[in-house]
C-alpha cells in the first residue's frame, strides 16, 4: 500500500538516509512561497486541537488579495469555539492580512498583523504582529523560524474574574520540516512569554510539537491533505507536562495546475487561540493600605456589622469522569480554581481563608458536592460548609 510505505521513507529521511527529493512537480503544502511562478491557492482549513484542559474546534479561510512576482497578499479569516474542561466555554475568532516575498530561490520571509476577538468569562480581543522566515535546504528539507507579538485591548485581569484572557506577551519558535511524496512530517520548538500585571503572575513554557500532512487524495485538488500532531507543553502555571493533539483537513479551491498551496501562519502558539490562562497572585493579608478598607475585622476582610452568604460553589475539578474524592482539609481553591473562589467571595480575604480550611467534618471531599462560607453579623468568624452526596 502507497501510505505506509511512504510514511516509513519518510521516517528514513529524518534519520539521514540519502533519498532524492521526489516531492511531485517540487510540490509542498508547507511553503511560504509557490514554486515555478505558480498562483497562490485559496482553501478552507477545519482543525481540532487540545490538551488535557482544553479543546478547540476552528475553521479558517484564506485567500490572496494581490500578487506580484516575488510577493503576494493573502487574507486571512477564522473563527473557532471551545471549552475549558473548568472553567466553561469559549468562541472568536481572528481576521488578518498575510504578506510575503522571495529573498532568491531558497529563502523568503514574510509580516503578518491580526486581530483577535471573543468571549470567555466576558469578551476581551488583542492585536498581533508576527514575522517568519524560512530556508529550503536539499531533498526536500525546509527550515522556519518566526515570532509573534501580542497585545490586548486592556489589562483582562484587572477585576480577577477570568481564568484566560488575551495578555501582554509573544512567542519564538525554530522548525525543520522534510518532504517525501504526498508526506510531511515537521517539528516545531517554541517558547513563549506573558507578561506580569499588578494581579496577574508573569507565565512562561515551551512546547515540542511533531506535524504530519498527507496529499495524495486524487478526488481533491491539490494542496488539499490530512492533518496530525502530537506533542507537550510545560508552563510555569502548572509546572507540569500536557499532552497536545491536532486534527484536521485542509480543501484547496483549485486544481488547473498554476495555483499552489502556502504555509499557514503560525502564531497564539502557546494555547492556541488568544484566550491564555491566568494565575493571579495572592491578595495581600494585613497592611492592604487604601485599597482594602477596614470594615471591622481588618484590611480586606468581610464587613463586621453584617451576616454574608456565599454562593455556594460545585466542587468540580473539570477533568472528566466527575467522582474523584479529595482528603479532608483540601482547599477548595486546589480543586476549582482561584478565580471562582474569589469571585464568591467578594474578594473579602477571611472568606478566601476560610474556602482555604474547609471544615468536611473528617470526610473525605468528593466532586460534585458543593462548598460555601458565611459569616453572622456583629462577628468576623467565618465558617465553611461541604454538603451534597459523595
Not at 513563549?192 to 515551551?206: C, D, M, P, S
Not at 496530525?228 to 508552563?235: K, N, T, Y
Not at 495555483?259 to 497592611?287: C, M, Q, S, W
Request: proline fraction near 6%; glycine fraction near 16%; include cysteine.
Amino acid at each position: 500500500m502507497r501510505a505506509p510505505f511512504a510514511l516509513v521513507t519518510t521516517l528514513a529521511l529524518l534519520c539521514g538516509t540519502a533519498w532524492s527529493q521526489t516531492v511531485p512537480g517540487g510540490f509542498s503544502p508547507e511553503r511560504l512561497m509557490p514554486e515555478d511562478g505558480q498562483r497562490v491557492q485559496s482553501d478552507l482549513n477545519l482543525r481540532g486541537q487540545g490538551s488535557d484542559e482544553v479543546f478547540t474546534g476552528q475553521g479558517f479561510l484564506r485567500a490572496p488579495l494581490w500578487q506580484g512576482e516575488d510577493a503576494y497578499l493573502l487574507l486571512q479569516g477564522e473563527g473557532f469555539v471551545g471549552g475549558d474542561y473548568g472553567a466553561g466555554t469559549y468562541w472568536g475568532g481572528d481576521a488578518g492580512l498575510i504578506l510575503r516575498q522571495a529573498l532568491g530561490h531558497s529563502d523568503a520571509w514574510g509580516v503578518n498583523a491580526f486581530v483577535d476577538l471573543g468571549s470567555f468569562q466576558g469578551f476581551a480581543g488583542q492585536g498581533s504582529i508576527g514575522l517568519e522566515y524560512e530556508h529550503l535546504g536539499a531533498r526536500g528539507t525546509s527550515y522556519r523560524a518566526g515570532g509573534n507579538a501580542y497585545l490586548p485591548f486592556e489589562d483582562y485581569s484587572e477585576d480577577r474574574e477570568r481564568d484566560r484572557a488575551p495578555r501582554l506577551g509573544g512567542d519564538l519558535y525554530l522548525g525543520v520540516g522534510q518532504d517525501h511524496g504526498w508526506h510531511r512530517l515537521e517539528g516545531f520548538l517554541t517558547g513563549f512569554h506573558y507578561a506580569e500585571t499588578e494581579q496577574a503572575e508573569a507565565l512562561w513554557g515551551v512546547t515540542g510539537e511533531m506535524q504530519y500532512r498527507y496529499s495524495g487524495f486524487d478526488f481533491l485538488p491539490a494542496g488539499s491533505h490530512l492533518y496530525a500532531s502530537l506533542g507537550a507543553r510545560w508552563d510555569t502555571i502548572d509546572e507540569s507536562v500536557s499532552p497536545l493533539f491536532g486534527i484536521g483537513i485542509t480543501i484547496a479551491f483549485w486544481s488547473d495546475g498554476e495555483h499552489e498551496r502556502v504555509a499557514e501562519v503560525r502564531r497564539n502558539l502557546g494555547y492556541g487561540t488568544a484566550f491564555v490562562p491566568i494565575k493571579y497572585k495572592p491578595l495581600p493579608a494585613g497592611d492592604g493600605g487604601p485599597t482594602l478598607p477596614d470594615l471591622g475585622c481588618g484590611p480586606g476582610n468581610g464587613p463586621f456589622a453584617d451576616a454574608v452568604q456565599t454562593p455556594s460553589i460545585m466542587i468540580d475539578n473539570g477533568v472528566p469522569p466527575a467522582g474523584e474524592n479529595y482528603p479532608a482539609g483540601t482547599p477548595i481553591q486546589q480543586i476549582v480554581g482561584d478565580a471562582a473562589v474569589e469571585q464568591a467571595c467578594g474578594g473579602y480575604l477571611d472568606c478566601i481563608a476560610a474556602f482555604a480550611s474547609p471544615n468536611s467534618g473528617g470526610f473525605p471531599i468528593f466532586e460534585l458536592q458543593t462548598a460555601s462560607a458565611s459569616k453572622p453579623a456583629d462577628s468576623c468568624a467565618w465558617t465553611t460548609l461541604i454538603s451534597g452526596g459523595g
